[in-house]
T-cell receptor, first 115, second 112 residues
Framework: NAGVMQNPRHLVRRRGQEARLRCSPM?????VYWYRQLPEEGLKFMVY????????ESGMPKERFSAEFPKEGPSILRIQQVVRGDSAAYFC?????????????FGPGTRLTVT | DQQVKQNSPSLSVQEGRISILNCDYT??????FLWYKKYPAEGPTFLIS?????DKNEDGRFTVFLNKSAKHLSLHIVPSQPGDSAVYFC???????????FGTGTSLTVIP
């Protein structure tokens, strides 16, 4: 059973470009979460999605950031007009539909560098 | 607003001894707590969890203790092994909530 997959693992963008980060959840998981880890900090929640629905985006910056989890295909975190402060590790996690499972399973992360 | 705090950025322990990692939280609504382990260039890996109805949960060499009145939890690793060297994150959530709140991590080094 493949784990959570994220690609690309490393992404370099110049200021003003767009960054697209992809996440494929574990088989059977319908819940996807995106977290951001800035240098020297813990993981910060950004958004929680189920198929075709954004459930909680309270941690996502209001501008330039968007996320989707279409019926088919991976979840996408999109950052428009990137700035240096967006440089971070972005982690995706997935969980099964049953909340009693508790834990979230994390992917290896995408390290975004904005030059 | 850091609702989950790990005040020790690093910890060194001799192989075979006990490692104790600590975590404090501020939100009394949290009722589910987890520890994750993270190696460089990898995502966090779930280690052990505890719900607020318990004060202890054990899994092999790993035990998590929860003190609700003090809003404190700790992870004990006995005996510590060099392969345990990693960054350990404490996380908390509300059972009805969607997100985990993570601490800033403690880097554990187990010295052979």
């Amino acid at each position: 059973n493949a784990g959570v997959m994220q690609n690309p693992r490393h992404l370099v963008r110049r200021r003003g470009q767009e960054a697209r980060l992809r996440c494929s959840p574990m088989k059977g998981h319908s819940h996807v979460y995106w977290y951001r880890q800035l240098p020297e900090e813990g993981l910060k929640f950004m958004v929680y999605l189920q198929k075709e629905n954004i459930i909680d985006e309270s941690g996502m910056p209001k501008e330039r950031f968007s996320a989707e989890f279409p019926k088919e295909g991976p979840s996408i975190l999109r950052i428009q007009q990137v700035v240096r402060g967006d440089s971070a590790a972005y982690f995706c996690a997935s969980s099964p539909p049953s909340r009693s499972e508790g834990e979230q399973y994390f992917g290896p992360g995408t390290r975004l560098t904005v030059t | 607003d850091q609702q989950v705090k790990q005040n020790s950025p690093s910890l060194s322990v001799q192989e075979g001894r006990i490692s104790i990692l600590n975590c404090d939280y501020t939100n009394s609504m949290f009722d589910y707590f987890l520890w994750y382990k993270k190696y460089p260039a990898e995502g966090p890996t779930f280690l052990i969890s505890i719900s607020s109805i318990k004060d202890k949960n054990e899994d092999g060499r790993f035990t998590v203790f929860l003190n609700k009145s003090a809003k404190h939890l700790s992870l004990h690793i006995v005996p510590s092994q060099p392969g345990d060297s990693a960054v350990y994150f404490c996380a908390a959530s509300k059972w009805t909530g969607n997100q985990f709140y993570f601490g800033t991590g403690t880097s554990l080094t187990v010295i052979p």
